[in-house]
């Protein structure tokens, strides 16, 4: 092999240039620009199927639930709550029951919902809805977003969508652990919404929580 093929096929072959280094930017670019990260409805299914959430109940979990359930009771005790992308339904087993008047749930997920029905009562619902497309019939004093507003392109235009089933003074209450992707949606989020108070959380195996009450603009 003779002149610059002698030194660039071996080294970076072709493929690199066309196909694995524009994928890598479109990555970062969705990265930095504070998109979030949907999966097909399947992945949900198979992940509430395997176990895969169990986990959630664990003691070490719990202190990121308690923060967003003392929120709402502390903020809007006895109001009404839309959690979106509720999965089976734990964070309203954190809740008191007695302190709020109206509880819906919705998930994309057919068996989280499934699950989570077991815990419907006559002011508790669970809906299998895509929270992409759902429009509620009612407004809220609390729309929650737990481990769920990175399940969407985009984080902004869903909370931007949702803010508008909020009755006044209503807050949004989003948790997100922590990691990369999460700084940058925070980031984003950051000059359209004021915080009204944010919690950072550590648990004793390391994992890192950041739940903030957002009040809309
Ligand atoms: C990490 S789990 C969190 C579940 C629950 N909020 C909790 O913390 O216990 C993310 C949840 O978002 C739901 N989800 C993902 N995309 C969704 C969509 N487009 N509409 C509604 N729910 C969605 C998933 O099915 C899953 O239950």
């Not at 072709?14 to 890598?24: A, E, G, R």
């Not at 944010?198 to 957002?214: A, D, E, Q």
Request: proline letters at 4%.
């Amino acid at each position: 092999m003779h002149g610059w093929k002698r030194f660039a096929a071996p080294r970076f072959p072709i493929t690199v240039f066309l196909v694995v280094l524009p994928n890598m930017n479109r990555g970062l670019i969705e990265l930095i620009s504070g998109r979030g990260k949907p999966k097909p409805k399947a992945v949900w299914e198979s992940k509430f199927s395997n176990g895969k959430y169990e986990c959630l109940k664990k003691l070490g979990e719990l202190a990121h639930y308690s923060v967003i359930a003392g929120y709402f009771h502390y903020l809007k005790n006895g109001g009404s709550i839309l959690d979106v992308g509720c999965g089976d339904g734990l964070l309203q087993s954190r809740l008191n029951i007695n302190r709020y008047s109206y509880y819906l749930g919705i998930d994309i997920s057919d068996t989280a919902i499934t699950r989570a029905s077991s815990k419907s009562n006559n002011k508790t619902f669970f809906f299998r809805e895509d929270a992409m497309k759902f429009v509620p019939k009612e407004r809220f004093d609390a729309i929650i977003f737990n481990e769920t507003l990175y399940c969407y392109y985009d984080p902004l235009a869903i909370l931007k969508k949702y803010q508008n089933y909020l009755k006044k003074d209503g807050v949004l209450i989003v948790s997100m652990i922590v990691n990369s992707r999460h700084y940058f949606i925070w980031k984003r989020l950051k000059n359209k919404f004021a915080t009204l108070d944010k919690t950072k959380i550590k648990s004793k195996n390391g994992l890192r929580w950041i739940c903030k009450v957002l009040n809309p603009s």
